[in-house]
């Protein structure tokens, strides 16, 4: 039941009594009225019965009374007329038209009968004259009858003036009452359940008392709630390290804006930054200082935005920015040359210099992406492509692209997939002695023998199994099927050592000289009989890990044969202090032989191997001038489709078997 009907119930259940205790009032005071008017009418007939009795002697007197009985009438409204009866007989009447002697019963005064009733239901009332005559006691009935619509008259004249102290007064007191608790309590306690319900507008102050209290607690509750609830809001939606936004306030802006753009058609940007090299940061220096670095570079991108553009931290050192209202796009660019400068600058964390770039890609909406997930796709896309040439940089998003990169999705699960299929083999080319013409060795060479697509050639896979990380799995086989077919070979008496391409990525890795050590032992190889080709990326690098990981090669007996010579680092420095026994020069050296700069750069390089004392190699030679001029400024060997292209094992077999040397003609 609710308050309000609680409430109604109670106002009309205190009505209906006081109506029960008026109403009992007012036929009390009827009563009463009517008890004093029998009493005024039974004082009258006392009155008048004594007055006749002394004015009459003889019956036949009673006429003579007539105008005191006139009198008497007109004196008393209750009373409409007196007779004198002499037993069943009218001696006298004061009102012609009442004759009739009135029955005994109507007009005797019953004690247990109400006045009320007497009045109203009697005819009258009777009364004896008592008179002598001589010395005999006469006895004469006295009636009055009475005027039952005069006493009537007056018994209810005041029920009208009850009904409106007692009848309406009462309802007016409740009324009164109903609209005070209405206003008081029902509608507090109406707006009370609101604000508990719905959290609507607090509430101004109550003036019961009680009401108040709870008011005021629920105002603070609630005021609590809410501030804890903003607390909790601001939490879930920001980064702890950084304060910025974190990934679900970023979504969350994201659908907002997305909408906001469809609907009223605009453009906007999304950009994914990736600190470059940050895990070497956090690796070398560790988490405290990478966490204080990632907190100034948060610093510099929020500096750097307007207020109205969004930025969060979405990955350990990855940031999501978001701009609008942007007039082109070269002045995204300038922005994000701006942040790009700031941040490339050297730090000091807590004490230690650091360098840190960043990559940023750019998809714009809707002409790049349409949703979120796409927006994310595109931007990390171009982030990619960003770090791939070359990091600190920016690059915003193409559809071509993103063909490149679902080709090199496509790429990557066929590449995994062949090496499972054993569709990969490694063909070998011979390595030269240019004074004798012996084939000194073999190099390695993979190839991708596709069911569908026939063969490809490793620059066509190889740079993605670097970029990857599938080069891990690929060199292995590499290394295990190169070492394996070497130990064959020396088994037929073929003493001709492998070169096996190596990786930057493959010697870095951790597991590298456990592996080697694992493959020497399963294939029984060796390690003097292999050559790890290794490019001059390694030397960028030139850290004392690296340093001993090349030496300890070599202690085991491993050559180092360095590829790819001229095309890459150009400090010469690491030729002194690392352990390397060959050089191989590049094709594209080879090619530009007969040019001056050509000329001076093969002979230059041959002098300094021979000076450090190095195997110089020349690649790529498919002339015999090319062979002629290389044996004349002293290059020991050499290695190109002028003695043969790389073959596959049978063929190399037959190739040797027939050749044994790839002697120039005189
Ligand atoms: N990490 C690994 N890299 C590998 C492996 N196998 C090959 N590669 C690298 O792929 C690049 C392309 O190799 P490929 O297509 O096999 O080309 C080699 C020779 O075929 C080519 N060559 C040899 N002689 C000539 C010639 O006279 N003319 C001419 N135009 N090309 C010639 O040169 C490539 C050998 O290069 P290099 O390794 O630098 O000696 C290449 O970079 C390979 O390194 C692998 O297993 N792992």
């Known amino acids: 039941m609710s308050i309000k009907h609680f409430m109604i119930i109670n106002l009309l259940t205190i009505l209906v009594i006081l109506y029960a205790i008026f109403a009992d009032y007012y036929q009390e005071q009827k009563s009463h009225t009517a008890e004093v008017i029998l009493g005024s009418l039974k004082d009258d007939m006392s009155e008048i019965s004594y007055l006749l009795s002394k004015q009459i002697v003889d019956k036949k007197m009673v006429r003579t009374t007539r105008s005191l009985l006139d009198r008497a009438v007109s004196n008393n409204d209750f009373i409409k007329a007196i007779m004198i009866l002499d037993d069943q007989k009218v001696l006298l009447t004061t009102d012609p038209r009442y004759r009739k002697v009135p029955d005994k019963k109507n007009v ?5 009968l109400s006045a009320e009733n007497i009045l109203l239901d009697h ?18 009935t006295l009636v009055f009858l009475f005027d039952h619509q005069e006493a009537a008259a007056f018994l209810n004249q005041n029920s009208l003036k009850f009904l409106l102290y007692f009848g309406l007064l009462p309802g007016l007191i409740i009324l009164v009452m109903w609209l005070l608790m209405i206003r008081y309590i029902i509608k507090p306690l109406e707006r009370l359940r609101q604000y508990a319900y719905y959290q609507s507008e607090t509430p101004s102050v109550f003036n019961l008392k009680e009401l108040e209290y709870i008011r005021s607690s629920m105002a603070q509750t609630f005021s609590r709630l809410d501030s804890e609830q903003k607390e909790l809001f601001n939490l879930a939606r920001t980064d702890s390290l950084s304060g910025l936004a974190n990934r679900h306030a970023l979504n969350e802006n994201l659908k907002c ?3 906001d753009a469809a609907r009223k058609n605009y453009e906007f940007a999304y950009l994914f930054l990736d600190l470059d090299n940050f895990k070497a940061v956090n690796d070398a220096l560790g988490h405290n200082v990478g ?35 942007y007039e082109s796009l070269s002045e995204i660019s300038n922005i994000l040359e701006r942040i790009q400068s700031r941040l490339n600058v050297p730090w000091i964390i807590q004490g230690h210099p650091i360098k840190i770039t960043s990559s940023i890609g750019i998809a714009l909406y809707p002409k790049d992406a349409q949703d979120m997930i796409g927006l994310m796709k595109s931007s990390d896309i171009a982030m990619y492509e960003a770090k791939k040439r070359g990091r600190n940089q920016h690059y915003f998003y193409t559809e071509e692209l993103n063909v490149t990169v679902q080709k090199n999705i496509a790429l990557d699960k066929a590449m ?9 083999h490694l063909y070998y080319q011979p390595k030269v002695n240019l004074l004798n013409g012996d084939i000194i060795g073999l190099e390695a060479l993979i190839r991708w023998f596709s069911p569908t697509k026939g063969m490809i050639m490793p620059d066509q896979f190889i740079p993605l199994a670097e970029e990857n990380g599938f080069i891990l799995e690929l060199g292995k086989w590499v290394l295990q099927e190169a070492f394996r077919q070497q130990k064959i070979w020396q088994q037929q008496g073929m003493d001709l050592h492998v070169s096996v391409n190596v990786a930057t990525k493959q010697l870095l890795d951790n597991q590298f000289e456990s592996l080697l050590e694992h493959l020497v032992k399963e294939t029984g190889v060796d390690p003097n009989k292999i050559h790890l080709e290794i490019t001059e990326y390694l030397f960028m690098d030139q850290n004392d890990k690296n340093l001993n990981l090349m030496k300890r090669l070599r202690s085991k007996g491993f050559s180092i044969s360095l590829d790819d010579f001229g095309t890459g680092y150009s400090s010469l420095s690491y030729l002194k202090t690392f352990p390397i026994s060959e050089l191989k020069i590049d094709k594209a050296f080879v090619r530009d032989y007969n040019t001056p700069d050509g000329a001076v750069f093969l002979e230059t390089i041959v002098k300094m191997g021979q000076t450090l004392k190095l195997q110089v190699i020349a690649e790529g030679v498919e002339t015999e001038a090319q062979a002629r001029y290389l ?13 043969s292209k790389p073959l596959p094992v049978k063929e190399l077999d037959t190739f040797y078997l027939k050749h044994k040397s790839c002697m120039l003609e005189d």
């Open 416 to 424: 995994r997939q062949a090496l499972e299929d054993h569709e990969y």
């Open 123 to 140: 005819v009258g009332f009777e009364g004896t004259i008592r008179f002598y005559k001589g010395k005999d006691l006469q006895k004469l």
């Open 631 to 643: 044996k004349k400024i002293g290059c020991e060997c050499y290695q190109g489709y002028l003695c």
């Open 257 to 259: 804006l997305i909408a």
């Open 291 to 325: 966490d204080e670095l990632l907190q100034q570079v948060a610093g510099v991108i929020s500096e750097v935005l307007r207020t109205n553009d969004f930025v969060a931290r979405v990955g350990g050192d990855e940031f999501v920015i978001v701009l609008h209202d």
């Open 108 to 112: 005797f005064l019953d004690p247990d």
